[in-house]
């Protein structure tokens, strides 16, 4: 089912920190991989905390590398982990894609096998909340 | 377009806390009020934080009044927001309320006249990431 | 070593909570009760996610409790987890707590035999980040 | 009062990246870089989402590029912020370094002139919560 020749470039990159995951509590390697709209590549893996709440995803990691590089524009995003299940970024990195992400952004759900599903970025998150309710 | 009569004891519930919401960084006061399975109420309001990740969304406050009270089953949930814009729970709060959801549990978004939109849980937040993911 | 005449209320109101945590990541089960300026107690328990960043500790449900009831001051908030360790607050809670909490503010942090180590808000969280940091 | 001759190299690292973050919320920049066990630097920037709680601070971001290097002993960590006031890491930031930090661990707090402060990891966080408090 899963499609091994979608994103190659991002599926390896997304593979090679899945396996520097920090995830002594959880032991669910997941890595995150994004290229920007200038064709740039940045990634990342989960880092948990024995305080739970204050560990990190892989989303996280890899769009805290691309801002520290002063990009902003997410094109596309692969994500991976292990598992017969497919696995999706969970809501709270849904939102922080969201936050960087165009109508066209791509988001790439993969497992060992490669890419299983793939979604724009409002099939993710319909709907969604973001920077213009705040306006006042 | 938004129905005043749709579930009008959560939406009292939401904006009574509303108003209580601690948000001196945004300015943004977020309520939310649960219905469990049981027909008990629970409520909350954001909780803005100085270091701004340390805050927590309406949502989560109702989640944890219904926890502490010893239930964990979401029929409806109900948000209720400032503003002539659509708000929805962002995308951790779908995250945390999908953790108590069931496929009958409802969502809806309210502004100041009332309920706007209603979703399912799957609608909010589909092909989610859940418990099942983490089973070895 | 532990005292168990130490806030007795505030630390069977946390006891309280804490059976009812949603722990199925962890395991490990914490109360937290607050007392106001007011008189007034608050608690909350820990609610755990699948996606771990997303849950939330027991002293996040005891101050959004206090904020939805439309209360801003802790003078008093008593942790309780299990195990011999001392468990003290984490770190993202202190900086919870610290939003709320004034000079004289006292956290105590217990065991199932009661009170085993006390702390003023500054012991907590030396030279800490706040809101005046954040202002123009 | 703030020194610029201490850690140079990791404060100028800071800097770089400070200039970078994705603060529109609270236009509040804050840049932090690590130094390892191995002499390998990482750095990061805070990364505010419009779903405030969401966001990621910038220490957060220096320790997933660390993790996702394969690199998880914090020896040094310097933050840097603007402002007259001094500013150290918020509290989810201090349990964020000490799931990797070791007894000899300095964090420095800079501003626009230097190291203004400087901290052991159990001055920043005494008595904290860690990984053995989960051990079952």
């Not at 997941?30 to 990342?44: E, L, W």
């Not at 791509?106 to 969604?128: C, F, Q």
Request: proline letters at 7%; hydrophobic letters at 40%.
């Amino acid at each position: 089912m899963a499609d091994p020749t979608v994103e190659p470039e991002l599926l390896a990159a997304a593979r090679a920190v899945q396996a520097n995951a920090h995830v002594p509590y959880s032991e669910f390697h997941v890595g995150a991989a994004i290229r920007t709209r200038s064709g740039a590549v940045f990634s990342g893996c989960n880092v948990e905390n024995a305080a739970y709440p204050q560990g990190t995803c892989a989303e996280a990691g890899a769009i805290a590398a691309m801002c520290a590089a002063g990009e902003y524009d997410i094109d596309v995003l692969v994500t991976v982990c292990d598992g017969d299940l497919l696995s999706t970024p969970c809501g709270g990195c849904r939102q922080k894609i969201r936050e960087f992400a165009h109508p066209g952004t791509m988001i790439h759900a993969a497992g060992p096998d490669g890419v299983r599903t793939s979604y724009t970025m409002d099939e993710l998150l319909p709907d969604s909340f973001g920077p213009e309710n705040l306006a006042r």
